[in-house]
């Protein structure tokens, strides 16, 4: 069996998966201007762990999510704002893990044809 790298597999759509996903990710209504302030991003995060009923242990966990989140912001108003894909990204419910981190949960490995 071969093991795909999924590095970057939660920012990477298909075509398939682009098709069923694009009215679900442009329904969110994701402004991919750019520019939020610390505040409006942690009033996202704050809202987004309501939208997702996610709740953390601790303090230093939340932080951490936190990071996440932002991160992959960034990774996604980055991607909208170049204009050369087909679809575009939004926040979802997987938003505060790492790349590694949704790749170990939900990547696993693919068998050869």
Known sequence: MAAIRLKSLPLRLTNFM?????PII??????SSGGHTTDEVKAMFEAWMVEHKRVYNTLAEKEKRFQNFKDNLKDIEKHNSTGNSTYRLGLTKFSDMTHEE???IYGGRIADP
Not at 18 to 22: A, S, V
């Open 102 to 104: 949704f790749g170990r």
């Open 18 to 22: 682009t098709k069923q996903l694009r």
């Open 26 to 31: 442009q329904s969110k209504g994701f402004n």
